[in-house]
């Protein structure tokens, strides 16, 4: 959708991330994406249009760069990440095996955010049309190969489970916890809890808010720090007003990428209060590569990566009551949670980027037509 160093997001940081990690694993790829060449994007990136350019503009772009790209240098393999793009160049691929990263449900994100009938019905045809055409198919959890076989059709043959990866050497935790806190001003004398999230409905902040009311009997001192933009912005500092928790709740806003590893850092717990449609959760693996444990809500992906790790990592259930519950036990029993080594040796064993590029490169050379 657009290079991570220009515009943040998670599917954006996964594309560079995968980037990155399949060109150290010594495959020739080249990235075609919307944006602008900065600082730090790599050689191996052709932008094809502005992000502000119109959505004719970018698609059109995108089918030109592709166009030139398989007559140039040819390719063995072409990979796509998000179906709009994808959806121009399907007449350009001739016998190539084209693989699709599905990071989830387009239509059905939309629809979760208040999208019109007419929109969410014409992202589905065009969902529908790419995956029809793709050979093999990169998820991120088991559950969104579910959601790939039972409300796309997809064959399960063609689907391939690989979590995603993060940087585990740039979040790990090179200063202990009070050190994090001076560096970004925050309190030294109070438990702290961190959750990094668009601010959105599906996310369920607002039900994180809500639990922060029981949260705070149990731990007086408690503070809850929000980092993140989004549209629900005001209504959540709203919510934090009306519920008298502006002692115990606090909207950051944008964190800079430089200060990310020492928020997580900084925190006793992060949490995921995700209510639907959260294939694997990126924050999750961030935190725990920084040495924080993460609190996440049995949805989607969020239960996979962290059940391995710690049972007692996951909720009853999405409800405020719950997430409260879980808060507050992990609050009095910090001691008894993986600690700051454990987790980062469970990010590294298992979704350092060296370790997920293998797994998706692996995906990539699979013949064609075997499970």
Known sequence: ??????????????YAGLLSGLAASGAAVRG??????????????????RRSASALSRLNGCRLAVSDALCTDGADVVVAHFAPYALPLLDLLDARPFVFHFHGPWAGE??????????????RAIERRVYRRADRFVVLSRAFAS??????????????VVPGGVDADRFAAAAPRRAARERL???????????????IRRVGLEGLIDAMREVRRSAPEALLLIAGRGALAAELQGRIAAL?????????GFVAEEDLPWLYRAADLTVMPSMTLEGFGLPTIESLAAGTPVIVTP????????LELDPVLVTANCGAPAIADTLSFALRHLEGLPGTDTCAHFVRENFHWPVIARKVLSVYEHPQGMS
């Open 1 to 14: 959708m657009g290079w991570f160093g220009e515009e943040p997001g998670g599917l954006n940081r996964m």
């Open 185 to 199: 001003g925050l309190p030294q004398d109070r438990p702290l809890i961190v959750s990094v999230r668009r601010l």
């Open 110 to 123: 939309s629809r979760a955010e208040g999208g019109s009938r007419l929109s969410v019905a014409m992202k």
């Open 244 to 252: 008298g928790l502006a002692d115990h709740v606090r909207l950051l």
């Open 147 to 160: 959601v790939l076989h039972h409300q796309y059709g997809v064959p399960g043959e063609r689907i391939f």
């Open 32 to 49: 075609l994406l919307a944006g602008s060449a900065c600082a730090d994007s790599p050689d191996n990136i052709v932008f094809f249009a």
């Open 299 to 306: 949805v989607g992906g969020l239960p996979e990566t962290v």
